[in-house]
Nanobody, 122 residues
Framework: QLYESGGGLVQAGGSLRLSCAASGRTFSSYTMGWFRQAPGKEREFVAT????????RYADSVKGRFTISRDNAKNTVYLQMNSLKPEDTAVYSC?????????????????WGQGTQVTVSS
């Protein structure tokens, strides 16, 4: 099970840190990803971090503003979001994949959390 937290309402230019805590199994050997879905839009890739060497990948729209990290001892993945924009408003979900590389393909993720709402006001 994956549980996200840290979402909320923030003004444009502000910051939030999302957390994704895993329970029921150890996700230290899983690639972890963050995805988001805005109303009326498809779920899109945000960021991912591999389990092996911690390689990361980001969507172009968040590169330089968002940072993904993981603490395997705590079985938790984080998404630090800075310089937030209204277009970042969405439900953010974390996911876990058994592949060994930082993949942005949502079809390769096996486990998903319920998501946390992030709303950025202008």
């Amino acid at each position: 099970q994956l549980y996200e937290s840290g979402g909320g309402l923030v003004q444009a230019g502000g910051s939030l840190r999302l957390s994704c805590a895993a329970s029921g199994r150890t996700f230290s050997s899983y690639t972890m990803g963050w995805f988001r879905q805005a109303p009326g839009k498809e779920r899109e890739f945000v960021a991912t971090i591999s389990w092996s060497v911690g390689n990361t990948r980001y969507a172009d729209s968040v590169k330089g503003r968002f940072t993904i990290s993981r603490d395997n001892a705590k079985n938790t993945v984080y998404l630090q979001m800075n310089s937030l924009k209204p277009e970042d408003t969405a439900v953010y979900s974390c996911a876990a994949s058994t592949v060994g590389w930082a993949t942005q393909n949502k079809e390769m993720y096996d486990y998903w959390g319920q998501g946390t709402q992030v709303t950025v006001s202008s």
